[in-house]
């Protein structure tokens, strides 16, 4: 199936930053509900919507492939990757549990103050998208407020992430983040769990008062819980 790409990229971009930001636009794109696993993707095609040349679409389909959202096929192009399940995503959460632990140990070494202030600011706005979930019939939550909420969710790991100071955990934690929430959105999870991911969140705010230690081991009751609910829903969309 080929994307039409319909009504996407209407906002041209300048040559200011051009490969970063096509990046980024071709990964909101990969993020959409519209994408389905399988859907070829036209680097003609999204380079003409995007109003750029398909160099810098080629090279950003090449980083989004390290990412797992997207799979090659020789002589045939790329195309968007299957969700993750069984011992794929075990692996994922495995790797999850281990870089995000440390994440928010070497986070805490810094100016705690300063990094719960960020965090929860960061909260504040994810509290607010989940009220409005919350607001609406489980099932009948449209999917551009989830979507919402996915993003609110991984600003707030990232503020953790941006406190390390380590570009290479960034790195690690863009690949493994796509691919949790991507795969989340697929399987049509997530609008039922929008309050406990919030006050798991606000446990990791608390706890950086308390310890570094205190702090990681909030991180991992959190990445546990939710790879209990990726599980179910993987189970679900199945």
């Not at 009504?7 to 930053?17: A, C, K, P």
């Not at 790797?95 to 990094?115: K, M, N, T, Y």
């Given at each position: 199936?080929?994307?039409?790409?319909?009504?996407?990229?209407?906002?041209?971009?300048?040559?200011?930053?051009l490969r970063d930001r096509v990046y980024d636009r071709?990964?909101?794109?990969?993020?959409?509900?519209?994408?389905?696993?399988?859907?070829?993707?036209?680097?003609?095609?999204?380079?003409?919507?995007?109003?750029?040349?398909?160099?810098?679409?080629?090279?950003?389909?090449?980083?989004?492939?390290?990412?797992?959202?997207?799979?090659?096929?020789?002589?045939k192009g790329y195309r968007v990757a299957p969700p993750l399940a069984g011992d794929q995503l075990e692996a994922l959460f495995d790797?999850?549990?281990?870089?995000?632990?440390?994440?928010?140990?070497?986070?805490?070494?810094?100016?705690?103050?300063?990094?719960?202030?960020?965090?929860?600011?960061?909260?504040?706005?994810?509290?607010?998208?989940?009220?409005?979930?919350?607001?609406?019939?489980?099932?009948?939550?449209?999917?551009?407020?989830?979507?919402?909420?996915?993003?609110t969710d991984w600003d707030f790991h990232q503020v953790l992430f941006d406190a390390t100071h380590n570009p290479f955990l960034e790195e690690m934690s863009e690949i493994i983040t796509t691919r949790v929430h991507r795969m989340r959105q697929i399987v049509g999870g997530g609008d039922d769990d929008t309050s406990r991911a919030v006050a798991e969140h606000r446990s990791i705010l608390d706890a950086l008062a308390i310890s570094p230690s205190a702090a990681v081991s909030a991180m991992r009751v959190h990445i546990d819980n939710v790879r209990v609910r990726s599980r179910a829903d993987a189970s679900h969309g199945a």
């Open positions: 199936m080929t994307s039409t790409m319909a009504g996407f990229g209407s906002e041209r971009i300048t040559q200011l930053g071709v990964l909101e794109f990969l993020m959409g509900h519209d994408v389905e696993p399988g859907m070829r993707l036209s680097i003609d095609g999204l380079a003409r919507t995007l109003g750029v040349s398909p160099t810098p679409v080629r090279e950003a389909l090449v980083q989004l492939e390290r990412t797992g959202l997207v799979t090659r096929e020789a002589n790797a999850r549990l281990i870089v995000e632990s440390g994440a928010v140990e070497l986070a805490a070494r810094g100016d705690v103050d300063a990094l719960r202030e960020r965090l929860d600011a960061a909260l504040a706005v994810q509290a607010e998208v989940a009220a409005e979930v919350a607001a609406i019939e489980v099932g009948t939550v449209p999917d551009e407020l989830m979507a919402r909420f996915f993003r």
